[in-house]
Structure formats: C-alpha cells, structure tokens
C-alpha cells in the first residue's frame, strides 16, 4: 500500500501545508480541559492527538470538542485497542467504529501499537508485549492489512515500551518492526521515550537499539514522560507513565534521532497529573525549536552541497 499524503496535504479544513510545514509539525495530546485555552492561545506549526477509542460515540460533547480543533488544525488518530498482536481475528465492530472516525476527521497520522489488549471478546487496559517470532509476524502482518484495508491508507505501527521479554523470540525488536514494515507497506511512530524505558528495563544500549531500528520508515515521533521505581532485586525499573515532562535523557535521544532523519512531525504524550496548558504547550515548543534547528541544518548541508 503506497503512502497516501501528497507534497502539498489539501482538505476540507484548512489550507494546503507543504511538505517541509508537515515535518515541523509539533503537537500534544488533546485533552477537552485545555480547550478554551488552546482556542485563546494556539500552538503554531501545532496539531493534536485524540485516543480513537474516546471519539467512536456518534456525537456529544467528545465530537463538539475535537470538531473545534479540528477546524484549525491536524490530528492524529491514535487507536490503543485494536489488538494489532492479539490471536485472536479483530473485532470488527471495533475496526468499522475506527475506519468512521477515520473518515470523520480526515486526520494527518493514524497509528496503532505494536502489542495485544483483548483476547476473547474482553478488553484490557493494558498495551501488552508480544514475542517476537515467525508466527507473532504472520499474525501481526495480516491485522495490519486488514485494518489498512479499512481506512484505505497506511497505518503508523508504534514501537513498544516493555518489561518483560521473551525467550522464546527469534528476531530483536527492530528487525521484527522492519519485517513488519517491508511486508504490509505500514508506516512507524518511533516512541522515543518507549525506547529509553524498554533500554533501561532490559539492560541494553538505546542508541544501538535506534542503530537497527528502520528510521527511514517513521512519519512521526512521540515523546513522553516515565517514572522510575525499583524492582524486586532494587534495579531500576522506569514505567511509560505519560504524566510528567520529558526527561533530558529522552531529549538527547530525540536530537541524536533527528540529526540521522531529520525533522519528523513529533508529539508529546501527556494523559494523567495534567499540567495546565502552558506547560504542555512549552514542552511543544521546546520539540518545534529543535524540529526547526534540525530542518535549517538540513538546508544549510543541501544548499553546501548544491
């Protein structure tokens, strides 16, 4: 399936936004409580994220709300329930509710997780890891089809956050997102923070991690926030909370990301502990300044090599 977005992205909600516009996109999680302020004072080069499974009532408060924003900038749809990795076939009701929101909305990203949340007929609140083997890919591949099949156009695959790893898995994770990408034609949406806390979790280098995972493949990025606890046998153990700022950790990794990519539309995860808007909004920002410092670096170097 080839990718859908043209050069210059046109739709029924506002202006064309040329290519270069769409890399400096930075963005947050939409929460309704910041709403009038995001209405008072925007976020430039912004655009928002929406978890899918909040906006598939047919109308109401959730719609009145996101149609607000909608109507001045991007979205992505990002769906924490479709069980991409489950063994279970999807649910269908819950892939058609996801294709009408889709269409609804006409967002720039569509993504899902790389993991398993429901297994017969029963949802659970949890984005659950996966091993990594011949059959996990079969499986995963022909979710992916189908879903992309639904909304006609890619769907963005997230990488996880984990903490507990299989024995029984036959590839690393990067070669498994790879396998998965060069099969079904999907994009990916690099979690930068996913990768730090699943590093420091599993005792591996996260800069080697990105050294194998397929970056020419990402069309968009999320930072988060993580806590840190201890385990059983007092290692540390960070958890992907999305309810504190991003660490300095997590930056550098992002910059080190860009400087191989370049800028790549990138949104910051913040679902619980809110903060009020402006310091959501300053975490934008601080992603936007470097998506900027990274995209003027690359026109320094093409213009050099010109």
Known sequence: MSDSISTATVDRYGPPRTETARQVLAGTSFKH?????????????GFFEVHAENYMGAGGPPHHALGAIRVDYP??????????????????????????????????????????SSHAGTFY????PLPY???????????????????RRPLLLENP??????????????????????????????????????????GYSATAYLAEFPLGNVREIHLAGHSEQRDDEDAPLLIDSH?????????????????????????????????????????AQKAHSILMRQAKAAAGTFGHAV
């Not at 979205?75 to 076939?89: E, F, K, Q």
């Not at 609140?125 to 659950?128: E, K």
């Not at 498994?176 to 999907?186: D, E, M, S, Y």
Request: glycine share 6%.
């Open 161 to 202: 956050s984990t903490y507990v790893a299989f024995g029984s898995s036959t590839m690393s994770e990067p070669e498994f997102i790879q396998a998965v990408a060069q099969r079904t034609g999907c994009g990916l949406l690099l979690d930068v923070n996913n990768v730090f806390v699943s590093a420091v979790n599993h």
């Open 75 to 116: 979205l992505s749809i990002h769906g924490v329930c479709m069980s991409i990795g489950g063994h279970d076939a999807l649910d269908t009701q819950h892939l058609r509710r996801f294709e009408t929101l889709v269409r609804r909305y006409e967002p720039e990203f569509v993504s899902e997780h790389l993991a398993w």
């Open 33 to 45: 409580e910041h709403l009038a302020a995001i209405l008072q004072n925007g976020l430039q080069d």
């Open 243 to 283: 309810d504190r700022a991003i660490s300095d950790e997590v930056w550098k990794l992002y910059e080190e990301v860009l400087a191989r990519t370049g800028p790549i539309p990138t949104l910051i995860e913040w679902d619980s502990k809110l903060p009020e808007w402006p310091g959501l909004r300053a975490q």
């Open 133 to 151: 083997t011949s059959e996990t890919l079969r499986r995963v591949c022909a979710h992916i089809d189908q879903v992309q099949e639904a909304i």
């Open 125 to 128: 609140n949890d984005l659950l």
